[in-house]
């Protein structure tokens, strides 16, 4: 199974609602990320989970709380978002590596395309 | 941060063409991967190749990596019209444990 699944597809939100963006693997890998991608631009990375503990924040607003439950599982939790945060949210899984922790190859998830009014 | 430029940003052409796409970055590397994205999908890893290989190939994939010009090269041979997506470098970089992605290069095979 190399397949990572993300829920929803679709969220659209209010600037005062909370919501999750789930995220879930079952291949072993023990690395877990989220992107931000913006239309025709790449993905930016914004946290990375490394055997459940956040290894990575990029300087992401605290409106985005990373949460990892489990090894199989990634949660974003979202509060008082922006418009300007609409965006695709990624999640990805890898197995850490010897050089370079996590540069090895990243299994991307479908994406929830975010719409913030 | 992005740490790869590639160009062209864009590319179009017909079906049974050659496309190739360049990745350029500045600093010393651990490897080097190439991703497609199909428009608002997520992102397929194609192929990795590290700092001391020169070439790969996988399908009508052919990566190349010259580390003494810092870039790369994905050559996709005898195009379909289903190669059309964006593709995107990224870099593992020396300096750092993650991985960057380069602007990427948006191709079109017209059939």
């Known amino acids: 199974d190399t397949e990572v699944t993300q829920t929803p597809k679709h969220l659209v939100m209010g600037m005062t609602n909370k919501k999750s963006l789930k995220c879930e693997q079952h291949?072993?890998?023990?690395?877990m990320y989220w992107y931000k991608q913006k239309a025709k631009k790449p993905p930016e990375l914004m946290f990375v989970y490394s055997y459940e503990k956040l290894s990575i924040n990029e300087s992401v607003p605290s409106r985005f709380s990373p949460e990892c439950p489990n090894s199989s599982l990634l949660n974003l939790h979202l509060h008082a978002l922006q418009p300007e945060d609409s965006a695709l949210y990624l999640c990805?899984?890898?197995?850490?590596?010897?050089?370079?922790?996590?540069?090895?190859?990243?299994?991307f998830g479908p994406g929830t395309r975010l719409l913030v009014l | 941060s992005q740490q790869g430029e590639e160009d062209p940003q864009a590319l179009s052409i017909q079906e049974g063409e050659n496309a190739t796409m360049n990745c350029s970055y500045k600093t010393s590397i651990n490897n080097l991967q190439w991703y497609r994205q199909n428009s608002g999908r997520g992102l397929v890893h194609l192929i990795l190749?590290?700092?001391?290989?020169r070439e790969k190939h996988s399908g009508r994939l052919r990566v190349t990596l010259d580390t003494s010009k810092k870039s790369s090269s994905l050559l996709i041979t005898a195009s379909r019209a289903a190669d059309t997506a964006s593709y995107f470098c990224?870099?593992?970089?020396?300096?750092?444990?993650?991985?960057?992605f380069g602007a990427g290069t948006r191709l079109t095979v017209k059939p």
């Open positions: 990224a870099i593992g970089s020396y300096n750092n444990n993650d991985m960057r």
């Open positions: 190749i590290r700092s001391n290989e």
């Open positions: 990805a899984s890898s197995m850490p590596g010897l050089a370079g922790e996590y540069q090895e190859t990243q299994y």
């Open positions: 291949m072993g890998h023990r690395a």
